[in-house]
């Protein structure tokens, strides 16, 4: 039997040294390869950037939430990992104001943010991206992009229709926080390309380039990685480092490559049945038995 949820799980791990951009090895600061992780110690910035308090969501009889805490430190990557059903995206939609508690607190930044609408959380600066791609297929990526800022837009309608003064610059300055995106993510070959013509990995970047475009301060994301190979993984795995580190922006992250997991991840959260079973540092997590045990009674398919 495993002992720990380490190795053979095609382990992702993080090179300490050449995190700057454009590092020629395997395209970034991933690779394949199980070698022992940095995250060795405890990181914490201290603040508390987002709170989730005593949480508790049913669904008739089921038991999505059961008093679930935990909270995330500012500019740290948080993962929530967990088997199937356990609960992890029920969690981000309670954080997004999709759904809505029977019992407990979110708290963003010290704001009780609990019964916000989705949008309310948003303009607060909390962005998500989603288990499925949520784009507008039919328009460009740069469109796309625009369209995720169009909350950020300060100018009437009336302006608007009428194109002129403050509408203008406005347009200007979001058109350039685009561009920033794109350069950011990579994506300028495909700028003007209509989304739904684009390949899976590229349109899971783009969704997280939507996110990116509403100005977050924390970003949730909800399997970022999934159904990708391992080129685009560790794409992914490369640019979410660089909007924690160049972008200074708090992470909250749900994957199932649990190498992925181990590897860029400050602190984890497991869940199993709604409730936390362990929470701590990727080293102590993957040696945790009831981690293990939660895990192997689902089986390999989360593992793979
Ligand atoms: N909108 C919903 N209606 C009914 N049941 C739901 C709904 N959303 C989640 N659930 C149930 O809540 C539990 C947790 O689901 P979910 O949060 O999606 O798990 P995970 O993301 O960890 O796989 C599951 O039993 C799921 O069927
Ligand atoms: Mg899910």
Redesign the pocket.
């Known amino acids: 039997m495993r002992d720990d949820l380490s190795g053979g799980l095609g382990a992702l791990q993080r090179i300490p040294e050449g995190r700057n951009r454009g590092w020629p090895c395997t395209r970034g600061k991933v690779r394949l390869e199980s070698q022992g992780t940095q995250n060795m110690t405890e990181k914490t910035m201290g603040t508390v950037e987002l709170k989730v308090d005593n949480l508790d ?1 049913s ?2 009889g ?1 038991k ?1 939430l059961d008093n679930l805490s935990f909270q995330v430190d500012k500019g740290l990557i948080v993962s929530i990992i ?10 981000l ?1 309670c954080i997004n104001g999709f ?1 809505r508690a029977q019992h407990g607190e979110i708290y963003f930044r010290g704001q009780r943010i609990t019964k916000l609408r989705p949008d309310s959380v948003a303009k607060l600066g909390i962005s998500r991206t989603f ?1 499925n791609i949520q784009l507008y297929t039919g328009l460009t990526v740069v469109d796309n992009l625009m369209a995720a800022r169009h909350f950020l837009f300060k100018s009437t309608w009336l302006e608007g229709a009428l194109y002129y003064g403050r509408t203008h610059k406005e347009e200007v300055q979001h058109r350039w926080a685009v561009e920033q995106i794109i350069d950011f993510l990579e994506l300028e070959r495909w700028r003007k390309s209509v989304v739904g013509t684009l390949p899976y990995g590229i349109r899971k970047r783009i969704d997280l380039g939507r996110a990116l475009a509403q100005e977050p301060k924390l970003l949730l994301l ?1 399997e970022p990685m999934a159904g990708m190979n391992v080129e685009e993984k560790e794409d992914m795995a490369r640019f979410i480092l660089d909007v924690q580190e160049e972008k200074g922006i708090t992470i909250v992250l ?1 994957e199932h490559d649990m190498g992925v997991v181990m590897d860029i991840t400050d602190r984890i959260v497991v ?1 199993d049945f ?1 409730r936390k079973i362990a929470e701590g540092i990727p080293d102590t997590i993957k040696k945790d038995p009831v981690v293990i045990k939660a895990y192997l009674g689902e089986q390999a398919s989360t593992l793979a």
């Open positions: 969501l669904f008739g089921i999505a967990g088997p199937n059903g356990a609960g992890k995206t029920s969690t939609n759904y288990q909800d749900i869940l709604g």
